[in-house]
């Protein structure tokens, strides 16, 4: 495999727009653009899906006993693998909102697959307080505040029922950020398909787009409107999740600096499943041209700065155990350091602070598998980081005679695994049933780049003359 | 291309929209209209039992005592339904062959109980307890209805968590004495009411609306001071009545 270079436009190799709107429109509309890969991706992770059944349903038959969760450590794989889910949902909206109100065109190639994976990370982080509840049917008296018969509403100063607002709005706004998004591309594809039920389909969920002035014009207000929605729900989706810990006394959990270094964490981890996605993506079906070297140098780049604060945010958590002298607060920072669980907290500090330093290097972030490891160890790590925080955290009390053990189950390790399963079979029906890449916005960003090169063509002719 | 749409399209578009927006809120009035009507609650709906039984034949015609039959009623979680031998001290003299009566004389003479079909229930994990409302002055009628007015017994409320808390948060608009009666202890409270209705005192408008089975709490600042002043005077700990465990335990 040659090793590709950094380039200079957003958009290489020789793209027109129909070509654009080829590769990107038939991996919807032509079946045979998928090949073994797709296959054996949806096959893997339709089995993991399974098993996420299957764990299921022996939860909600036996109850949350079956999961390795006891007292003190009421919470543990449940809670870390929401906020995990959470975490990762992030950069969908970060990439589509922020960098799209400050004016950065490098997010059109990679806004829409990864506003999908936010969808699907919030589908998966979701499904754990539900069932972390034990009676999810009756969870909505207890998450939503509405009359109900019992006269009970939930607790207004608790961070968890915030939570439950902070989750729900931001899923709300990010399906309608994507889907608006997608009426004009859902109108090519519905112009384009040339069969009868992808036609009605398309047509359908188009909502009668025929791109006139007035529709762009409406459009952009939309899109521009949304976007200034979901952009302090970028920030304050995970501040919120954050203060489930940091609001309450447990030791470990107490500490201010836990809402911008859980954002930190979270856009990293968000940027690490882009990339997660992004590199297979590109390679299997010659997208290279519209994810490119920049693209991935950048993305590098975010985590490299996310991981950085988070790295800070470490060796802070530390320093307060230090620094507030609360005997519990220290014997906590020692039971991280030299407990039975330590190697969970050495591997996250080589996972997320040692390894992605490797970023730093130019010739790293341009060697494609190093990029897809180094991502690979960030997701391990962001997953350890809540593991270290949720049940290393509880397990350990101010009251030594409370202290339990942990061990996590066999049906948490199928859970875990299962949303995953879930996670990539969305990931991957989207792939084969939506366009990826955003078309319209990389045609409009072809246009752009050619005239910018045209002007720049021009002006080097004036100054030949001169 | 050809059209995908017929132009009906465009009003199924608006509409749909429409309905849309429309479709949650109509649904959730209508489920919580359906939780609280008596196709839920079956309250006022007459409950089928072996036998006719009518209370208020037995309690306003014949005047005979609610704890005649309900003998726990005062000491006990449970009111407790009477024994056939309850019934049979009555009917093993009078209305000795009326055929609406033979399921009893059969359940006297076999020894098999009456299965009567039970009326008001709270589920498993509410742990209600007759005998202290009964002698924290909290009539009958109260939560049952109208016991006087019923033919075949039927449900007088709902028995939903929120009502319950109406009483449970603000005590003081439902507690009742009787005036005219202050040495009288709660308890006696209660049941004097009946006699009192039975011998055609003059009652007070709060009086019916407690015998009529549709006294709502009173908001009066009087009867709130009154209130207040027959808790202390109780010694009912209004500050942990409404905590979770004092019914779910």
């Known amino acids: ?466 | 291309m050809p059209q995908i749409f017929k132009p009906a399209a465009n009003y199924i578009a608006r509409a749909s929209l429409i309905l849309g927006l429309l479709a949650p809120l109509i649904i959730g009035y209508g489920v919580a209209a359906i939780t609280r009507s008596p196709a839920n609650t079956k309250v006022q709906v007459p409950i089928n039992q072996p036998i006719p039984f009518s209370h208020q034949h037995h309690t306003w015609e014949l005047g005979i005592d609610c704890r005649y039959c309900h003998t726990s009623v005062e000491v006990s979680a449970e009111a407790g339904f009477p024994s056939t031998e309850t019934c049979m001290s009555c009917h093993s003299q009078i209305w000795t062959n009326s055929p609406l009566l033979e399921p009893i004389r059969k359940s006297f003479e076999t020894g098999t109980p009456i299965k009567w079909n039970k009326v008001n229930k709270v589920p498993e994990f509410v742990y209600f307890n007759h005998s202290i409302h009964i002698t924290r002055g909290i009539n009958c009628n109260t939560c049952h209805g109208p016991m006087q007015q019923q033919h075949i017994t039927y449900k007088g409320n709902a028995f939903q968590m929120q009502w319950c808390l109406q009483c449970h948060r603000a005590p003081e608009r439902y507690v009742y004495a009787d005036e005219k009666n202050p040495h009288m202890s709660p308890r006696q409270q209660v049941f004097n009411l009946y006699w009192k209705y039975q011998a055609g005192d003059e009652l007070t408008a709060r009086e019916h609306k407690i015998l009529g089975g549709e006294y709502g709490g009173s908001d009066g600042a009087d009867e709130k001071k009154a209130g207040k002043e027959l808790l202390a005077k109780y010694g009912v700990k209004v500050q942990q009545l409404a905590d979770c465990a004092v019914c779910h335990h």
């Open chain 1, 1 to 466: 495999m040659a090793k590709e270079t950094l380039n200079e436009d957003l958009i290489t190799g020789q793209q027109t727009y129909v070509s654009l709107d080829n590769t990107i429109g038939s991996m919807v509309l032509d079946g045979k653009r998928h090949k073994k890969n797709w296959y054996v991706m949806l096959g893997i992770a339709f089995m993991l899906l399974n098993g996420f059944m299957l764990a299921v349903g022996w939860l909600l038959y036996q109850g949350v006993g079956v999961w390795g969760n006891n007292v003190p450590t009421g919470w543990a794989f449940d809670i870390i693998n929401f906020v995990w889910w959470i975490g990762i949902g992030h950069a969908g909206t970060l990439i589509s909102a922020i960098l799209l109100l400050v004016r950065q065109q490098w997010r059109n190639s990679i806004n829409r697959f990864a506003e999908a994976m936010t969808l699907f990370a919030v589908l998966c982080a979701a499904q754990y307080p539900l069932l972390h509840t034990g009676r999810p049917w009756v969870a909505a008296y207890w998450l939503m505040p509405y009359p109900n018969i019992m006269g009970l509403w939930p607790q207004f100063r608790s961070p968890l029922i915030w939570d439950v607002f902070a989750v729900t709005t931001y899923a709300l706004v990010s399906i309608l950020f994507w889907f608006v998004g997608l009426i004009p591309d859902l109108a090519t594809l519905r112009d384009k398909s040339t069969n009868k039920i992808g036609q009605k389909i398309f047509g359908f969920l188009s909502l009668g787009w025929r791109g006139s002035m007035k529709h762009w014009h409406r459009y952009e207000q939309a899109y521009l409107l949304l976007a200034g929605l979901s952009t302090p729900l970028v920030l304050s989706v995970h501040t919120i999740v954050s203060y489930d810990f940091a609001m309450s006394i447990v030791p470990g959990w107490n500490v201010t600096v836990f809402p911008p270094y859980f954002v930190a964490g979270a856009v990293f981890a968000g940027f690490a499943m882009v990339l997660l996605i992004g590199l297979p993506l590109r390679a299997w079906y010659g997208l290279k041209d519209m994810i490119t070297m920049k693209h991935i140098d950048w993305m590098c780049k975010i985590m490299l700065a996310t991981g950085l604060i988070v790295f800070y945010g470490y060796f802070l958590e530390v320093f307060y155990a230090y620094y507030s002298a609360n005997p519990a607060e220290i014997s906590l920072a020692e039971w991280r350091f030299y407990g039975p669980y330590s190697p969970a907290y050495w591997a996250l500090i080589i996972c997320n602070g040692i390894i992605p330093q490797l970023l730093w290097v130019p010739k790293f972030r341009r060697n494609l598998p190093l990029v897809f490891i180094v991502c690979l160890f960030i997701s391990v790590g962001m997953w350890l980081e809540r593991f270290v925080i949720i049940p290393m955290s509880l397990m350990k009390n101010y009251l030594p005679a409370s202290d339990r053990f942990y061990y996590p189950t066999i049906v948490d390790f199928t859970m875990f695994f299962g949303t995953i399963g879930l996670f990539f079979f969305m990931m991957w029906l989207f792939i084969r049933f939506l366009p990826v890449i955003n078309m319209f916005e990389m045609k409009d960003l072809l246009f752009k780049q050619n005239l910018k090169k045209e002007k720049e063509a021009e002006e080097k002719q004036e100054a030949g003359v001169h």
